[in-house]
């Protein structure tokens, strides 16, 4: 694929996205390459490759006739969850096994700790999702290896889709920081039992926010009125 051909594949994916994110497209919608391409003045090609790779990722489906957003159940969140959650406990694992995390990777975890603080004390709810990607992505990348990073990237596009929810409960990024603060002391310690303990308990906190929302009466009420606001 050549640059420019990638370039338009990658902005026709962000678009399609951003419109998933943003509720103009919900579960069970049509994604047509033709509409996209009329309303994004953009070729049909990079479109339909966009749409593709959207498939591939989880985010589309097709059925007989046409290309839908998929749904996104409480088991899709949990098979998720522990597919993230089996990944940072093994990439922990390979950073101890390694002697450890160094001075500078310390450093850049506590800052991105520090940032995460700011945005929930500040409400910035768009910051405390990007912070909270980078925090688990650098825990991965700091392991040095490449297939659980490209794993994880995978289901970062499915884990997009969860975004705006966690502004319905605000008080999770407190919790979010608590814990990626044990996460961190056990890391930094080169404690392997503690730091696997941590990841796990993290994840337990994180999918029972995720039940607590989608058993709330008021779910369908919220899903529709999230359909019209930009998060």
């Known amino acids: 694929m050549s640059r420019v051909r990638g370039e338009a594949v990658n902005l026709a994916t962000n678009y399609i996205l951003k419109k998933i994110e943003n509720y103009e497209f919900s579960a069970g919608d049509i ?10 003045d953009m070729s049909r090609t990079p479109i339909r490759e966009a749409i593709m790779s959207l498939i591939d990722s989880g985010i589309l489906e097709r059925t007989a006739t046409k ?12 098979e998720i969850l522990q597919v993230r959650e089996a990944i940072e406990q093994k990439a922990a694992s390979i950073i101890i096994e390694a002697a450890g995390l160094s001075a500078a990777q310390e450093k850049e ?18 910051k405390n999702f990007q912070t909270d990607e980078l925090f688990h992505r650098k825990l991965i990348e700091f392991s040095g290896n490449s297939r659980l ?18 502004t319905l409960t605000p008080s999770r990024y407190i919790s979010t920081h608590n814990e990626h603060a044990a996460i961190l002391e056990a890391l930094f310690h080169k404690n392997a039992q503690k730091t696997d303990s941590a990841i796990r308990e993290h994840y337990l906190y994180t999918l029972k926010n995720y039940q607590d929302i989608l058993n709330m009466p008021q779910w369908q009420k919220i899903a529709r009125e999230m359909r019209h606001m930009k998060v």
């Not at 290309?67 to 949990?78: A, E, F, P, Q, Y």
């Open 109 to 126: 975890f506590s800052e991105i700790h520090m940032e995460l603080l700011q945005n929930v004390t500040s409400g910035n709810f768009s």
């Open 31 to 40: 994604v047509s390459d033709l509409e996209l391409s009329k309303e994004f």
């Open 67 to 78: 290309v839908v957003v998929k749904s996104i159940t409480l088991t899709d969140i949990t």
């Open 149 to 166: 990073l490209d794993i994880a990237e995978r289901l970062s596009l499915q884990s997009q889709r969860l975004r705006w929810i966690s």
